[in-house]
C-alpha cells in the first residue's frame, strides 16, 4: 500500500475503537433494525443508551449489517435497571463470524439450489466485517456488520421520558 492514507479503517481498527467506548452501568434504552428498501441500500442496526448519571443519549448504528441476533431475559434486564448495559466488545475472529452465519443458516426459511446458495458468497466476505456485541445484563446483542457510528442525543428533541427515568426502585 502506498503511503496515501487509507479512506476505510481495518475490521481491526474498528473493532479497537469500539471497544474502547465506555458504555458500562448505561441504560439500554431500545434496539431498532432498519432493513434496506433498495437493493443498494445497506441495513442498519440501531442501539439508543442512556447515560442517566449525566443525562445523555447515544445513538450506535451498526452499518452494512450482515447478521444479528438479540438475546434477552427482560426480567433480568428490568432488575438490573437503570444499569443494565455491561460492555462494548468486537472481534476480527473469522471462525467466531462463520460460525454466527451457520447456526443462523437453520433460521432462514428458505431453501436454495446448490448452484444459488448464497452461503459461500457471505463466509467469503468476512475478512471485510466486525462480529460487535452489546453485552447487557440480561442478554446481548450481536451484530456482523461493516462498521459502526455513534452520535450524542439531545434529551428534548426526543420529547418523550427515558425508560430510566420511568424505573420505580
Known sequence: MSN????????????????????HDDTVEGFRFVPPTTQRASPKVEVILFRHWVGTLRLVTF?????????????????????NTCSFEASTNSQEMEELVQRQKASWNVSYARSLDPMPEKLSGLDKLV????????????????SFARKRLTLSSRGLPTVASQVKR
Open 131 to 146: 462480529l460487535f456485541r452489546v453485552r447487557l445484563f440480561g442478554g446481548h446483542l450481536v451484530v456482523l456488520a461493516r
Open 63 to 83: 452499518t452494512g449489517c450482515a447478521n444479528f441476533e438479540v438475546v434477552l431475559d427482560s426480567d433480568i434486564l428490568i432488575d438490573n435497571a437503570p444499569n
Open 4 to 23: 496515501a492514507r487509507r479512506l476505510m479503517p481495518t475490521p481491526l481498527e474498528i473493532a479497537t475503537k469500539f471497544q474502547s467506548i465506555d458504555v
